[in-house]
């Protein structure tokens, strides 16, 4: 009986941990998205792309169709959005947070970009994954709703 005690109590600790793990890592990806939006807002191209892994193997999905890579990606943002108007005011709506694998979430939200050369609104889905003890974007896909 004191072993099947043991083993439930084990298993309980292990069961709240993971729970906790993966509290925390939601919370992490929450702030990358802060820290995108604060940047956007702010016109820090720069900023906002420390949040994508800098990697050839970047991936994102637009209505261009595939970009690979961060440079790629990065260029992409400039050529669509040159000014400062173009980038406006972007709120950032994440719907849903899950797991995927052990460091590596999925996310899903809607972007809303205020500006005065014409609001866009879509949605989004992220792949991020733990690189170096940072989340970063590793693939990323947008599709303008209205």
């Avoid at 993966?22 to 995108?36: G, N, R, W």
């Avoid at 040159?82 to 972007?111: C, R, W």
């Avoid at 970009?113 to 014409?118: A, D, M, N, Q």
Wanted: negative net charge; charged residues 25%; contains cysteine.
């Amino acid at each position: 009986m004191k072993k099947l005690v043991g083993l439930i109590f084990l298993f309980s600790v292990a069961a709240y941990s993971q729970i906790s793990k993966e509290s925390d890592d939601k919370a992490a990806i929450l702030e990358v998205l802060s820290v995108q939006e604060e940047a956007w807002n702010n016109y820090d191209i720069e900023l906002f792309m420390e949040t994508y892994w800098k990697s050839g193997d970047l991936i994102f999905y637009g209505s261009g169709g595939v970009v690979k890579g961060w440079e790629g990606t990065l260029n992409r943002y400039k050529k669509s959005y040159p000014t400062q108007e173009h980038f406006g005011q972007l709120k950032l709506v994440s719907n849903e947070v899950s797991k995927i694998y052990d460091d590596a979430y999925m996310v899903m939200g809607e972007y809303h970009l205020t500006r005065s050369v014409g609001n866009s609104n879509g949605i989004f889905m992220l792949v991020l994954k733990k690189i170096d003890g940072a989340w970063k974007i590793i693939a990323d896909t947008s599709c303008k709703t209205e």
